[in-house]
């Protein structure tokens, strides 16, 4: 099979699509025939060496996948049937032709959705479902901040904050980006590059500023974080795209307001863990993105990129291009060479 590789971590340049082994399905495992695959930020920091796979995962890229399940490993419960159209969370392995997954991180695909919509959804949103309700705990009327407003987590937490009839807030980077987020149903948006959003916030909440950030950026935002967060807020971290490093009496502040950190990854989880957010997700959330559901949820695609110029789509992502998700399309099995 094919499968987008690297032989030696540095810059796009560097990726290629390789021909590799097809993986056998084990015990309790599904080998799913994938049509679609998504970029996330962990995909570029394992291409920079930053951010290796967990023990025992697949060192291809690809925390998702979209296709169909087209073997089944001993020990399978019946649940799912060869053909069945199915969307994957992973730990690795999605940028390739075929990938095995454990059955209970398969989720059905929504009747009416193409597998290029179904790609953009389980990592995006099973991050932003995990951090709001697993570890946030938010509630119906909470204010949230969601930094990273226009990426896939970002557009997917909008949506959910808006089920949870909470309060969606956020932060980008561009006028077309906060648009975007507008029209995904924020509250209020502001530009980090030249507002101080801290400020901003306190007065779109008459002072009493937000009980959750959603933070990806980290060091460069920890003040104005601080300032907007709530008296009993939850600070929740999972990225840090402006590093670590704080400077700053950072933890006077916050017992000051008697708030806390909480930090986040979702790819390092144990597969327990992992089956636990995929039930209540396609539970509570799954039956949103069907035509009659009201909320109705959408997984925003920004561009779709063949497998063969996976390195095009790395760059995209990295220079910030993209409002929603960077897609990945899977070369049909069996086909030699790029797609034509």
């Not at 082994?21 to 080998?31: A, T, W, Y």
């Amino acid at each position: 099979m094919f499968a987008a590789y690297f032989d030696c971590p540095g810059g796009p340049e560097n990726l290629y699509m390789k021909e590799v082994m097809k993986p056998n399905p084990g015990e309790g495992e599904v080998l799913m025939k994938v049509s679609a695959s998504a970029l996330n930020r962990a995909d570029l920091l394992q291409r920079r060496g930053k951010y290796p796979p967990p023990k025992g995962a697949s060192d291809i890229l690809g925390l998702e996948a979209a296709g169909s399940v087209a073997g089944l490993g001993p020990g399978c419960s019946g649940r799912w049937r060869i053909g069945d159209a199915v969307m994957a969370l992973l730990p690795g392995g999605g940028q390739a032709q075929f990938v095995t997954v454990p059955e209970g991180l398969l989720m059905p695909i929504p009747k009416d959705m193409t597998f290029i919509q179904a790609a953009a959804i389980p990592e995006a949103w099973l991050t932003a479902f995990q951090l709001l309700h697993f570890v946030g705990k938010v509630q119906e009327g909470e204010r949230v901040l969601i930094h990273a407003g226009a990426s896939g987590v970002g557009m997917a937490a909008i949506q959910l904050v808006r089920l949870a009839k909470a309060i969606p807030i956020v932060t980008a980077g561009t006028q077309e980006k906060l648009e975007a987020t507008a029209n995904a149903g924020v509250a209020a948006g502001f530009n980090y590059k030249n507002e101080d959003f801290g400020e901003k916030v306190l007065e779109f909440t008459q002072g009493s500023g937000v009980d959750i950030i959603l933070d990806c950026v980290g060091a460069s935002h920890w003040e104005k974080n601080l300032n907007c967060l709530s008296t009993d807020g939850r600070w929740i971290i999972y990225g840090l795209l402006s590093g670590g490093e704080v400077h700053g009496d950072l933890l006077a502040r916050l017992i000051s307001k008697r708030a806390s950190i909480h930090t986040s990854l979702l790819r390092s989880r144990d597969k327990e863990y992992k089956e636990r957010l995929v039930r209540a997700f396609t539970e509570e959330v799954l039956p949103h993105f069907s035509g009659e559901a009201s909320p109705r949820l959408q997984p925003l695609v920004d561009s779709v990129y063949p497998l063969h110029a996976i390195a095009e789509a790395h760059r995209a992502m990295e220079e910030n291009r993209n409002i929603g998700k960077v897609v990945i399309e899977i070369p049909v099995c069996g086909k030699k060479g790029p797609p034509q």
